[in-house]
């Protein structure tokens, strides 16, 4: 009964999970991508921004200090618009490409390169006014609530820590000059924002071990769903089943069959049987005619004693036989005197005259 009301108790199978990666469905927290790129942002801010704001108060500087020439026209108009624009890509685009390298790799770490275009399509059941009541109160939502909240602490705590350890640097600014409290406000900022993103990272820890948690228990599997698994990759299981039947079936009836022909069986002597015929006007070799191990090598030996084909106890070459050569095929030529030596024991315990080879 809980199976039909859809309890999943079974681990997610390797199919399963690379179907949900294929369809996008990957453990993966936004939070933790986002502090990833907060802490890369102030730590690319600390190493690149003071070069950079000293370059762009340089540069400004000696272009508001010159009065351009009231008739350089358009065209000193654009050369002078297009040198501040690639003044500002040189000083801007090395900390945006940081950023991006930033953001990249926060979401790669997590979920590694995946491409699932189906996700860019609309889907119609996230409009479903039930489905979204059922998201809205989820345990997902109330962690998200939960973390927002602890993330709001948090970063109050933090910034009134980091003002009140710094509470006498700050009571000191109005004694600087103008540069010496920008700089001193901006370390201030910097410092803030540091350790904020910092514990926003630990937060962010959490959630992405919580999202761990939570998509293992989705991609749980119930019971009827790992048999519909197992019956779409191998087959139904019933004419599996009945497949095996038929194919031991006939093998029973060609052991019946080829066993009587045989002149020896050669076992090991319980866990291995080989039926051994040779008729040297029609085989160059001995071929083997039936061989079998575990129940099998019982029917070969319980066919040998009802017709009255001799069987020999030989572990070696019962071992190599059975490895090496199939049904219906001869014997390989490193094992010819040892089948000789078996054929010629049978042979004088029947006082029959060994055959010779035509």
Sequence with gaps: M?????????????????????????????????????????VGLMWLGRTAASRTLEFFNQRLGVLPPLDQGVDG????????????????????GLMLAVAVAAHFLQIGWILAPQKLLPDIG?????????????????VKLALGLAKVAVVAAVAAASVWNRVAVLLTLPELGTRAQCAATVDFLLTTALHVAVALLVLAIFDYAFQRWKFEQDLKMTTQELREEYKNLQ????????????????????????????DVVVTNPTELAIALRYDPEQMAAPIVVAKGAGVMAAQIRRLALENGVPILERKELARALYAQVDVNQPIPADQYAAVAE???YVYELKGKPLPKAG
């Design 77 to 96: 108009f654009v050369a002078d618009s297009r040198q501040v624009f690639r003044f500002l890509a040189e000083t801007t685009l090395p900390f945006l």
């Design 2 to 42: 809980p199976d039909q009301f859809g309890d999943k108790t079974h681990q997610a199978t390797p199919h399963r999970r690379q179907k949900a990666r294929e369809e996008g469905q990957v453990a993966q927290s936004q939070d933790l991508a986002s502090a990833i790129v907060l802490l890369g942002a102030v």
């Design 342 to 344: 078996v054929l010629k």
């Design 126 to 142: 996230r409009v479903n006014p039930l489905k979204g009541l059922q998201r809205l109160f989820s345990l997902g939502n109330g």
């Design 235 to 262: 087959g139904d299981p019933q004419i599996i089943a009945r497949r095996k039947q038929v194919q031991r079936q006939l093998a029973q009836s060609r052991l019946k069959t080829m066993v009587p022909q045989a």
